[in-house]
């Protein structure tokens, strides 16, 4: 079992940059890929980006490519996602999801945390 929880969301203006966090616990954590999805207000699920567990390997979709950057910290038991130049559009619940394969389907994830929110105003 693994344990999810996001953080760093809040209230920023358009142009600002942001980092949040997952902390993972539980069970063999830094053996699991890690991804980042968002969930804006009225639309599906978007996916964001992944990390595979050694943190030696990236995937982003083509539309987050160039603002967001994933990491991880092992030590740390920690995943980032560093957000540069927000949008107005990027105002979501953003989840971290722990999963076995190095995909951006976000059925393939497993475990998921309850989200933290960004709000980005004009």
């Known amino acids: 079992q693994v344990q999810l929880v996001e953080s760093g969301g809040g209230l920023v203006q358009a142009g600002d940059s942001l980092r949040l966090s997952c902390a993972a616990s539980?069970?063999?954590?830094?053996?699991?890929?890690m991804g980042w999805f968002r969930r804006a207000p009225g639309k599906v699920r978007e996916s964001i980006a992944a990390?595979?567990?050694?943190?030696?390997?990236?995937i982003y979709a083509d539309s987050m490519k160039g603002r967001f950057t994933i990491s991880r910290d092992g030590a740390k038991n920690t995943v980032y996602l560093e957000m540069h130049s927000l949008k107005t559009e990027d105002t979501a619940v953003y989840y971290c999801?722990?999963?076995?394969?190095?995909?951006?389907?976000?059925?393939?994830?497993?475990?998921w945390g309850r989200g933290t929110q960004v709000a980005v105003s004009s």
């Open positions: 990390i595979n567990g050694r943190g030696d390997s990236t």
């Open positions: 999801a722990a999963g076995e394969r190095l995909v951006l389907e976000s059925d393939a994830y497993d475990y």
């Open positions: 539980g069970r063999a954590t830094n053996t699991y890929t």
